[in-house]
């Protein structure tokens, strides 16, 4: 309900109660879409409020024709959604009769009572109709022989009579607001009654209505019902009156017989006749707007503002008239109010404190420079818009604000702009330890999108963004530069902020680490990060977890009892390091630094059940006498930088025994001896096991792998054993010896019945019997050993698959490499010198090697081959052997190709062989021969060079069939020498 219709209900209830006790408060009813207002009137008690309904939000009408004869609310839920159109347009649509006086009807559309009212007041008292929208009917609303009612609110149009007033008085308080438009039907045409409020009453007042595109705008009729004119007068205040026929084609205010009316505050203008038509009667028309700034025109002419008739009194001056000014009128900023103003008349008195013009009036405005907003609508006589200078520089801009007919202007003057923008960035400069984002935002005084020029990496290049930009920062520093530039080409200054983004937390080491020892250690803790040169250290020696709170870090910490050192780094951003523990132990024996028991023997450590598999048992210095055996899976090792003897307590058992239950264990710098009829380590059945950094001494075998697999015996000194450094034997593969070093001993290495073992970076010398041999055993791979002063360096036997490369052989007593029933061997890039009988020797069945790619030098015999059929030498280098270069006897199908043999004494000897293919050898400066055959047969010699030798080729007795071609022959005593052959073709040689 509207609140002026409420507030009069409450002022009449209030009476009521003051004279009538016991009164009980109005009901609510309710009317819903297929419902009767009708009958919602019949069920309701005087005072009753009824709230008619929309449907659900969408619009809806009612057709009826509804008589009132009590008082009630009549309310719309939702205002224009809900219509009421005449079921007969012959009758009104709403009749309140005497019965209904003090009714409200309120926010209903109301059409269609084409030969009759939309409202019918029929002798009533103190009635509201309010904000209501009425069209389409032939009178809009009838009061009849009615009284101090209020007319507020309403949109009266497209009506031939708007509001229709007749023999009694009224009040029509600003309540409402009407407006009332025309509604064109050629039918209706006669006298007086063709207007849109017809009224034979005095003392209304008519405020705050918008009357247009009604035949007749308001119609006043008075008989002079009261005599005190000062009371009763008619007043038409504040209204839109424009666009009727007597308005948009006719006369706004039609005045018949009264005695006087006051009319103030209207928009009067664009009425087609007249705007006010007087007859007989006496109207103040002071303080209205006519559509400009002039002076009404008062003529019986069409489009008249005033048509005086039988000569009335009447009053039009003063008239308002249009001002308009700025606020400020000079301008260095970005805006100015603008102020379209009614509120004065053509006297220049200010009248706003006696009323105003209607409220919503548009009025346009325009600049030639900047922006201004429009229209503006008035409110309390006034319109306020919004100059906008935008980006002119400076000038001077006019504006004009016109309403109807009327146009008037002000200046506003534009200072030029001299203030920088501001740039602000949303993150302070500093160190972060997340990524980070930063917004540079751009402000004016006057330009709405300033310019941001930015650099991100300290200047070398520039990037720009209008407004605002974001910019995520990560890892490591940016120095962050920026400044902006306005349309005015003002700029700030340069800023420049720096940025470290670090989310790496710093490493921290303690030097020495945690261990077991015998003297005090000076700790040094030092830490690094990606960025902080000097993270901050914090330790504690309690075994308490160090935090920010704990001792800081400042030199060396001096360690000389059992100490939990737990230390932790935090670098500039609060990146902290993980909490970093060294345990440091003094004065103990045999210890588990898993447990940190304590014990006097090994073999204890070992039996105690609280050792475990994968605990680590650390041996102080000292003699230790036992015979160990581990059928755990744990490492055993001596102090850091310690002096641990382990002796034989039984010198006919192995001093450790790693059974299969203790694969995986790990033996560790010992000193290890007196297993003079037995092992120093023996190996059984156990797998990948490791023994490292050891020295064996004055045992009868170093180390025994028996049935092992997958064990590393690296990095171990061996000397002064009775019978074998490292034994593999039987069935231990896949294990790998290297950069051990073995010296004085019958054997060095000796793998029996095992396959895939690798023998690699092993010092061996002073062996007396072989330093590795290989017996029965496949795949073996021996490679960049050292061999020195061995009785044999290395020999294989009924081996096969082996390869044997980039090993050093020196002053080997025998034989070098020595391979007797062994085949399908590689022997290759090997260096072999100053062996005292053969360099490299394959004998019995030694057959299909390969022997490649070999240094021989001051060996009596490079080469030699004994009974061994299909073997290939080729590429190798054989020089200063005082014997042969290469030797072969009994041998068949061997291919000698590109071998280079200088300073030899014999290049290559063949003796009792056959099928032999020796093609593109080198063979210079050999003493006798290049090449020598005796008694051999079917040979092939092609394409060798044999030079500076006494004998190029020796062919000797019984040497027939072979074939010599394409050899180059040259500089020697004989090129080419037969004795006692046949059958031999000599073909294409250059001697």
Not at 375 to 392: D, E, H, Q, V, W
Not at 691 to 700: A, F, G, P, Q, V
Request: hydrophobic share 30%; charged share 10%; aromatic share 10%.
């Amino acid at each position: 309900m509207n609140k002026q219709c409420l507030s009069i209900i409450m002022l009449f209830s209030f009476f009521v109660l003051i004279s009538i006790s016991g009164t009980v408060s109005a009901a609510n009813l309710t009317v819903n879409p297929g419902g009767s207002i009708q009958a919602a009137v019949n069920n309701a008690s005087s005072g009753d409020i009824i709230t008619v309904n929309d449907n659900n939000g969408s619009a809806y009408t009612y057709t009826e024709n509804v008589i009132i004869n009590k008082k009630v609310s009549l309310q719309s839920k939702n205002g224009s959604n809900v219509t009421v159109q005449a079921a007969n347009p012959t009758n009104p649509v709403f009749t309140i009769n005497s019965g209904g006086s003090g009714t409200c009807i309120s926010g209903f559309t109301i059409k269609n009572a084409a030969n009759s009212t939309g409202i019918l007041l029929n002798s009533v008292t103190n009635c509201t109709v309010h904000n209501n929208t009425i069209y389409g009917n032939n009178y809009g609303i009838n009061i009849f022989d009615s009284s101090f009612n209020n007319i507020t609110q309403n949109i009266v149009k497209q009506n031939n009579y708007g509001l229709y007033l007749t023999t009694q008085c009224i009040s029509l308080e600003d309540f409402c607001g009407d407006e009332i438009e025309w509604y064109e039907e050629e039918d209706y045409y006669c006298f007086y009654e063709y207007s849109g409020i017809h009224s034979d009453s005095q003392g209304n007042l008519i405020k705050g209505n918008s009357f247009n595109m009604n035949t007749y705008g308001l119609y006043l009729k008075s008989d002079e019902c009261w005599s005190d004119l000062s009371e009763y007068d008619n007043h038409v205040l504040e209204n839109n009156i424009a666009g009727n026929n007597y308005g948009i084609f006719a006369e706004g205010v039609y005045v018949w017989s009264s005695e006087v009316a006051q009319v103030h505050f209207n928009r009067i203008e664009n009425n087609i006749l007249f705007g006010i038509y007087l007859n007989e009667i006496g109207v103040n028309a002071t303080n209205n707007w006519w559509g400009s700034s002039n002076s009404p025109t008062i003529s019986s002419n069409n489009n008249s503002d005033i048509r005086p008739y039988e000569d009335p009194c009447y009053y039009y001056s003063p008239w308002l008239v249009l001002g308009l000014n700025a606020n400020p009128t000079n301008i260095s900023g970005r805006e100015s109010i603008i102020t379209a103003d009614l509120t004065h008349n053509s006297n220049g008195n200010d009248t706003s404190s006696q009323g105003h013009i209607p409220d919503g009036i548009p009025i346009n405005f325009t600049t030639n420079l900047g922006t201004i907003t429009s229209p503006i609508y008035t409110r309390n006589g006034k319109a306020n818009s919004t100059f906008n200078r935008g980006l002119i520089p400076s000038g001077t801009a006019t504006i004009t604000a016109t309403l109807d007919n009327q146009s008037v202007q002000a200046s506003v003057i534009i200072i030029a702009d001299t203030t920088q923008p501001v740039v602000t960035a949303s993150l302070a400069g500093g160190i972060y330890n997340t990524t980070k984002s930063v917004t540079l935002t751009a402000s004016d005084n006057l330009d709405p999108n300033p310019v941001i020029f930015y650099s991100s990496n300290n200047g070398t290049t520039w990037n720009s963004q209008t407004n605002t930009v974001t910019l995520n920062l990560t890892q490591g520093i940016t120095n962050l530069k920026f400044y902006a530039r306005d349309a005015s080409n003002n700029t700030c200054l340069n800023q420049t902020i720096t940025y470290t983004i670090d989310t790496t937390a710093p490493t921290v080491n303690a030097n020495p680490t945690g261990n077991f020892y015998n003297t005090p250690q000076n700790v040094v803790l030092s830490a690094t990060d990606n960025i902080d040169h000097n993270p901050v250290i914090y330790y504690t020696r309690d075994d308490s977890t160090p935090t920010t709170l704990s001792t800081i870090y400042t030199g060396p910490i001096n360690i000389n009892t059992d100490t939990i050192l737990k230390f932790i780094a935090v670098d500039d951003a609060g990146n902290q390091a993980a909490v970093q523990i060294q345990n440091y132990i003094f004065n103990f024996l045999i210890m588990n630094n898993n447990t940190v028991k304590t014990y006097s023997s090994i073999q204890a450590a070992l039996d105690d059940p609280m050792t475990l598999n994968g605990h680590v048992i650390i041996v102080n210095n000292g003699t230790y006498i036992e015979n160990i055996i581990l059928n755990k899976n744990i490492t055993i090792m001596s102090i850091q930088n310690g002096n641990v003897t382990l002796q034989a307590l039984n010198s006919s058992k192995p001093i450790f025994t790693i059974n299969s239950l203790g694969s995986g264990s790990t033996i560790q710098g010992f000193i290890i001896t007196g297993a003079n009829d037995s092992s120093a380590i023996y190996i059984n059945s156990a797998n990948n096991c490791i023994i490292n950094n050891n020295e064996l001494t004055n045992n009868k075998n170093g180390i025994y792998l028996h049935k092992s697999k997958y064990n590393i015996i690296t990095g171990n000194k061996l000397n002064n054993h009775s019978n074998i450094g490292i034994y593999i034997y039987p069935n231990s593969d896949n294990n790998n010896i290297n950069n051990n070093i073995l010296a004085f001993f019958p054997y060095g290495i000796y793998i029996r019945n095992s396959f895939n073992n690798s023998i690699t970076g092993n010092t061996l010398y002073n062996s007396t019997t072989y330093a590795i041999y290989l017996n029965n055993a496949t795949n073996t791979l021996t490679k960049q050993n050292n061999l020195t002063n061995n009785n044999y360096s290395i020999v294989l036997s009924k081996a096969q698959n082996n390869t044997i490369t980039e090993n050093s052989v020196s002053k080997t007593t025998n034989y070098g490499i020595y391979l007797d029933s062994s085949s399908i061997n590689t022997l290759n890039q090997n260096t072999i010198n100053t062996s005292s009988s053969r360099g490299i020797y394959l004998t019995t069945n030694s057959n299909n090697n390969y022997i490649q790619n070999n240094i021989l030098t001051l060996n009596p015999y490079g080469i030699y081959l004994l009974n061994s059929i299909n073997n290939i030498l080729t590429a190798n280098i054989i020089n200063n052997s005082t014997s042969y270069a290469i030797y072969i006897s009994n041998a068949t199908s061997t291919t000698t190709n590109q071998n280079n043999l200088t300073n030899n004494n014999r290049g290559i000897y063949l003796t009792n062989t056959q099928n032999n293919t020796i093609t593109g050898n080198n063979l210079i400066n050999n003493t006798k021969t290049g090449i020598y055959l005796n008694n051999s047969t079917n040979n092939i010699l092609t394409d060798n060079t044999a030079k500076n030798s006494q004998y190029g080729l020796y062919i000797y007795t019984n040497s027939n069939n072979n074939q010599l071609q394409n050899n180059v022959l040259t500089s020697n005593q004989y090129g080419i020498y037969l004795y006692i052959t046949e059958n031999n073709i000599i073909k294409g040689n250059n001697v």
